[in-house]
Structures are given as structure tokens and as C-alpha cells.
């Protein structure tokens, strides 16, 4: 039998398909959701960080306004 080695192993790895992810902080994104701020306003400062699908988070924005 041949020698495996460990460059010849395959093995899985997590993936999670995203359409949009974010990271904001807990105060920012409760100041948003109580309306203090917008989703726009966030981005804008550089508090909320978003990538992905750009089409898709201007979508999902609008259901905050």
C-alpha cells in the first residue's frame, strides 16, 4: 500500500453562503434601531461596516427608513 501523506487529505471547511454581513457595534445598532441614527448615517461615520451584495443591503436598508 502506498504512504499517505497529510497533503493528500481533503477535508471540509465551513462555509456559510452570505448575501450581506455586517459588523456593528451593540450601541450602534440599538441607536438604529430606536431611530436615533440611520443605517445610512452609520456606514457613513465608518461605525457600521458592511460588505457583500451591495444591491442587497440597499434593499434590506430601506426597511429601516
Same mark, same amino acid.
Given at each position: 500500500?502506498?504512504?499517505?501523506?497529510?497533503?493528500? *487529505?481533503?477535508?471540509?471547511?465551513?462555509?456559510?453562503?452570505? +448575501?450581506?454581513?455586517?459588523?456593528?457595534?451593540? +450601541?450602534?445598532? *440599538?441607536?438604529?434601531?430606536?431611530?436615533?441614527?440611520?443605517?445610512?448615517?452609520?456606514?457613513?461615520?465608518?461605525? *457600521?461596516?458592511?460588505?457583500?451584495?451591495?444591491?442587497?443591503?440597499?434593499?434590506?436598508?430601506? *426597511?429601516?427608513?
Amino acid at each position: 500500500f502506498p504512504t499517505r501523506r497529510s497533503s493528500d *487529505l481533503v477535508e471540509p471547511y465551513d462555509y456559510i453562503e452570505r +448575501d450581506l454581513e455586517a459588523a456593528v457595534p451593540v +450601541d450602534v445598532a *440599538l441607536a438604529i434601531a430606536d431611530g436615533k441614527t440611520t443605517i445610512k448615517e452609520a456606514v457613513e461615520n465608518g461605525s *457600521l461596516y458592511v460588505f457583500g451584495n451591495v444591491q442587497f443591503a440597499l434593499k434590506f436598508a430601506k *426597511l429601516f427608513d
